[in-house]
C-alpha cells in the first residue's frame, strides 16, 4: 500500500472517531435519559452543546494555533481529546457527562480543520477533492457503523461501553498518526487580522451561509432519527439497527457523490439541492404516520445532508490557498464550524418542537431552515 493511501486511511479513521463521537449520542439518548433521570428532549441539548462550544470554540483555538507544528498540534489535540471521551465514559452525572462534552468539542473542531489542512500538504491538486470526500466520508462510516453499533452496545451492554469503543480506536489512531503523518508541515506565521479578513470576503460568507441552513434543517430531524422510527414510525427495536446501519450508508453514498460533485459542477447545483430538501421536509411532515413513506423521507434526509460537504470545502480551501494563504487553516474549519452552528441551533429547534408540539412537525421546522437561503 502506497504511503499516500495509508495517509488517506489515517485521515479518514480519525474523522470516523470524531463522527463516533459526535453523533454516536444521537443513538444512545434514549439510555442516557434513562440512566440519568432526564427527560429525552434534555438530554438532546447533549447535541446541542457539543455543536455549540464546537462552533464557537473551534475558530479562536484555531487561530490560536497557527504558530505551532500542526503535527504537534493535531496530537497533543488528539490526548486532550482521549482524556475527554474516556471522561464521558466514567460521568456519574448529567453535568459531568456534559462537562466531558465540553472536553471533547473544544478539540474535535480544531482536529479535523488540522486534518483537513493537512490534506492539501499529502494529496496532489487532482486528488483533493477525493480525499476531502473521504475525510468527510469518515464522519459518514460513523453513521454507518459507529452510530447503530453504537446504539446496540448501549441497548445491550450499557452506553458507557460505547464510549469506552471510541477510547479505544483513539490510541489506536495516535499509533498510527506517530508512524505515518509528516511532522515538517510548517505553520505559517500570521496576526489574528490577517486570518480574519476571509470573513470580508462575500465568497466566504455565501459558503457559510449554505452549510449553516443545510445542516440546521438536516438537525432538527436528524437529532431525534431514533425516536421518529421506532416511537412515530413503529419500528420496533429489533430493526433499528438495520435502520440505522442503511441510514448511514445512504449518508456514504451522499459523501462520495458529494466529492463526484466538487470534481465537476462546483457549487452550481445548489439552488437544486436546496430546492429538494424543503420538498423532503414538507413530505415527512405529511407522511410521518404512514410508515414506509415516512421512512423514504427519512432516508432522503440521510443522503441530502452531505451533499454540499465536497464543494463547499474545496471552495473555502481553493480561495484560501490562492488569495489568504495565512487564513488556509482557518478557512478549513469553517465547513465544520458552521455545520456544527447549523447542528446547534437545528437540534435546539427540534428540542423545542418535540417538546411542545410533538416529533410531528419537525419536517416544518426543517423547511423553514431549508427556505432560508
Not at 466514567?90 to 459531568?96: D, G, K, R
Not at 462537562?99 to 480544531?110: E, H, P, Q, W
Not at 464522519?139 to 446496540?152: D, H, K, N, Q, R
Amino acid at each position: 500500500m502506497s504511503k499516500f493511501r495509508i495517509q488517506t486511511v489515517l485521515l479518514v479513521s480519525i474523522s470516523f472517531m470524531l463522527g463516533c463521537n459526535e453523533f454516536m449520542v444521537v443513538g444512545i439518548l434514549s439510555d442516557i435519559s434513562k440512566a440519568f433521570d432526564v427527560s429525552l428532549s434534555m438530554a438532546g441539548y447533549l447535541v446541542t452543546l457539543f455543536a455549540l462550544v464546537y462552533a464557537i470554540s473551534t475558530p479562536f483555538i484555531t487561530m490560536a494555533i497557527s504558530r505551532f507544528n500542526r503535527f504537534k498540534a493535531m496530537f497533543s489535540l488528539l490526548l486532550v481529546f482521549l482524556v475527554g471521551n474516556t471522561f464521558s465514559a466514567v460521568a456519574q452525572s448529567y453535568t459531568q457527562l456534559m462537562i466531558s462534552r465540553i472536553m471533547t468539542a473544544l478539540t474535535a473542531g480544531v482536529i479535523i480543520s488540522l486534518s483537513l489542512a493537512m490534506a492539501t500538504n499529502i494529496a496532489p491538486m487532482n486528488k483533493r477533492a477525493f480525499l476531502v470526500s473521504w475525510i468527510f466520508s469518515g464522519f459518514s462510516i460513523a453513521s454507518v457503523f459507529g452510530l447503530p453499533i453504537g446504539t446496540m452496545v448501549s441497548t445491550h451492554f450499557g452506553w458507557r461501553y460505547a464510549f469506552w469503543g471510541i477510547s479505544v480506536i483513539t490510541i489506536l489512531v495516535l499509533i498510527m498518526m506517530y508512524f505515518f503523518l509528516p511532522r515538517d508541515i510548517p505553520s505559517v506565521q500570521s496576526k489574528l487580522l490577517d486570518q480574519l479578513v476571509i470573513f470580508k470576503d462575500s465568497r466566504f460568507l455565501f459558503g457559510v451561509v449554505i452549510v449553516f441552513s443545510s445542516a440546521a434543517g438536516a438537525y432538527v430531524v436528524h437529532t431525534y432519527i431514533r425516536p421518529l422510527l421506532t416511537n412515530v414510525l413503529g419500528f420496533s427495536q429489533g430493526s433499528l439497527g438495520l435502520l440505522l446501519f442503511i441510514y448511514g450508508l445512504l449518508s456514504i453514498v451522499s459523501n462520495q457523490f458529494s466529492g463526484w460533485l466538487a470534481g465537476r459542477s462546483g457549487l452550481k447545483k445548489i439552488p437544486w439541492l436546496y430546492i429538494s430538501e424543503l420538498v423532503i421536509y414538507l413530505g415527512l411532515a405529511a407522511a410521518l404516520h404512514v410508515q414506509w413513506l415516512g421512512l423514504l423521507f427519512l432516508m432522503s434526509i440521510s443522503f441530502t445532508m452531505s451533499v454540499l460537504g465536497s464543494p463547499i470545502q474545496i471552495h473555502f480551501l481553493n480561495l484560501a490557498e490562492a488569495e489568504y494563504p495565512a487564513a488556509l487553516v482557518l478557512a478549513s474549519s469553517l465547513q465544520s464550524i458552521f455545520f456544527n452552528f447549523g447542528i446547534s441551533s437545528g437540534s435546539a429547534v427540534g428540542g423545542v418542537i418535540a417538546a411542545n408540539v410533538g416529533f410531528d412537525y419537525l419536517g416544518y421546522g426543517a423547511g423553514v431552515f431549508a427556505s432560508s437561503p
